[in-house]
């Protein structure tokens, strides 16, 4: 079974510029979030989707962060514009309808740095 | 701000040691309590969970403890590996919105 990918891989860009991500979940999976992880901290929620509708975006700078996932499968991510603090690996991870929450399928992130 | 925290960012063990990593929290009406391994590069990988009406669960190899009494919770691992190098998350879960919400981390290195 492949797991979730993201792209791209790498990032570096200067403040103020936009950016995109894109994740493509487990295939069947219903749930997805989106992560920030700065460096030495642990992940935290970004935005999290069921199928194609938002469940959670509490924590999304909703000024400069956009998120979509037009058709239930795939997702994109949007910093516009970005910051020196926007400096982190964003993650993706994928959940199955009707498994455990606590398992979530994380992707290999997204390194974008912000000069 | 964060609810659960590791006492330690780095823990250094003897392959074939047990090692213990600790993580407290504050947040009493979590229902879950999860421990997460992300190696350098790759995303957080699920070990194992324990729900909060339980004491201690079982995997392979590896043994979560909670103690509610005093809001602590570790994730022993038997006969460490080299491959069990890592940094390592404890998480926890409400069932009433089931979103993650992870600690800082411990980076755990095997010593050949």
């Known amino acids: 079974e492949a797991g979730v990918a993201q792209s791209p891989r790498y990032k570096i860009i200067e403040k103020r510029q936009s950016v995109a991500f894109w994740c493509n979940p487990i295939?069947?999976?219903?749930?997805l979030y989106w992560y920030q992880q700065i460096l030495g901290q642990g992940p935290k929620l970004l935005i999290q989707?069921?199928?194609?509708?938002?469940?959670?975006d509490s924590q999304l700078p909703k000024d400069r962060f956009s998120a979509e996932r037009l058709k239930g499968v795939d997702s994109t991510l949007k910093i516009q514009p970005a910051k020196l603090e926007d400096s982190a690996v964003y993650l993706c991870?994928?959940?199955?309808?009707?498994?455990?929450?606590?398992?979530?399928?994380f992707g290999p992130g997204t390194r974008l740095t912000v000069l | 701000g964060e609810s659960v925290g590791l006492h330690l960012p780095t823990l250094s063990v003897q392959e074939g040691d047990n090692s213990i990593i600790n993580c407290a929290y504050s947040?009493?009406?979590?229902?879950?309590f999860i421990w997460y391994k992300q190696e350098s590069g790759k995303g957080p990988q699920f070990i194992i969970d324990i729900r909060s009406n339980m004491d201690k669960r079982q995997g392979q190899r590896v043994t979560v403890l909670l103690n509610k009494t005093v809001k602590h919770l570790s994730l022993q691992i038997a006969a460490t590996q080299p491959g069990d190098s890592a940094v390592y998350f404890c998480a926890e879960n409400h069932s009433n919105d089931y979103k993650l919400s992870f600690g800082a981390g411990t980076t755990v290195t095997v010593r050949a």
């Open positions: 947040n009493s009406a979590s229902d879950y």
């Open positions: 991870a994928s959940s199955p309808l009707g498994g455990s929450y606590n398992e979530q399928f």
């Open positions: 989707f069921q199928n194609n509708g938002v469940v959670d």
């Open positions: 295939s069947g999976h219903a749930t």
